[in-house]
C-alpha cells in the first residue's frame, strides 16, 4: 500500500492546504499514481490550484507551493531600473520558471525590457544591465592600488555598463584613458593610456 492523503473537508482554489486539512490513508498501489505521492512538508505552505471536493486523495499537482521571489511592488516601465523601491520579497504560489530571481542582488544594476507588473514574478529573461554611466557624464576614476590610489574627475567618451571597459578623457590635460566601470558614475583605471 501507499501512504497517501485524503482531503477532510471541501477547498476551493486559492485557499490554504494545511496538515491539519488532510487525513493520511494507505491506499493500494494499483488505486492510486506516483502524483498521489509527496512528503507532507509540502503541506506546509501550499494553497489549492483548484476547486477540491472532500475525500480527494490529494495529488501533488492539486497543491500550488509556496515560493519567495523578487516581485514588482508597482509596475516597473521598460527601461526603469531595479531597486529595492520597486522591487521586494514576495511569496508567490505555483509554478514558477526557470530563470525566476530570488535576492535583490541579482537585480541592483539591472533594467526592465518589458513592463513587469505587481505580483508576478521577476525573471531574469526580463531584465538587462543597466548603463552605470552616460556619455559626457562625469566619472570618479580611481587608479594605483592598495593605500595609494589616487582619484581623479574624468568626463566619458561613451555609455558603460558595471565592469565594462570605456574611454574616459581628462579635460585639463586632454588625456585619453581607459578604464573598468564599477559603478554608477565611478571607473577603475586599467592602466593602459590612449594616444
Known amino acids: 500500500s501507499m501512504k ?12 490554504l492546504i494545511t496538515k491539519d486539512s488532510v487525513a493520511t490513508v494507505y491506499k493500494a498501489y494499483s488505486s492510486v ?21 472532500a475525500k480527494t486523495i490529494l495529488a501533488r499537482s492539486d497543491l500550488n507551493i509556496r515560493h519567495l521571489v523578487l516581485m514588482p511592488i508597482k509596475t516597473i516601465t521598460r527601461g526603469e531600473k ?25 537585480v541592483r544594476t539591472m533594467e526592465s525590457i518589458r513592463t513587469l507588473r505587481p505580483n508576478q514574478p521577476i525573471r531574469s529573461s526580463d531584465l538587462i544591465p543597466s548603463l552605470m554611466v552616460k556619455k ?21 567618451l561613451e555609455n558603460g555598463k558595471l565592469d565594462q571597459q570605456i ?10 584613458v581607459r578604464a573598468i566601470i564599477t559603478g554608477p558614475g565611478r571607473a ?8
Do not use: C, H, W
Not at 497517501?4 to 485557499?15: C, N
Not at 499514481?33 to 471536493?53: C, E, H, Q, V, Y
Not at 566619472?139 to 595609494?148: C, E, K, P, R, Y
Open 4 to 15: 497517501v492523503f485524503e482531503l477532510k473537508t471541501d477547498i476551493l482554489k486559492g485557499e
Open 33 to 53: 499514481s506516483s502524483k498521489n505521492s509527496f512528503p507532507i512538508k509540502l503541506l506546509d505552505n501550499a494553497t489549492a490550484a483548484r476547486d477540491i471536493r
Open 82 to 106: 531595479l531597486d529595492s523601491s520597486n522591487v521586494e520579497i514576495r511569496p508567490f504560489y505555483g509554478k514558477l520558471p526557470a530563470d525566476t530571481l530570488y535576492l535583490l542582488p541579482d
Open 136 to 156: 559626457g557624464d562625469s566619472v570618479i576614476l580611481a587608479s594605483g592600488s592598495g593605500l595609494l590610489s589616487i582619484t581623479t574627475t574624468m568626463i566619458s
Open 167 to 176: 574611454n574616459l578623457l581628462n579635460s585639463e590635460s586632454n588625456e585619453k
Open 188 to 195: 577603475r583605471s586599467v592602466q593602459s593610456k590612449i594616444k
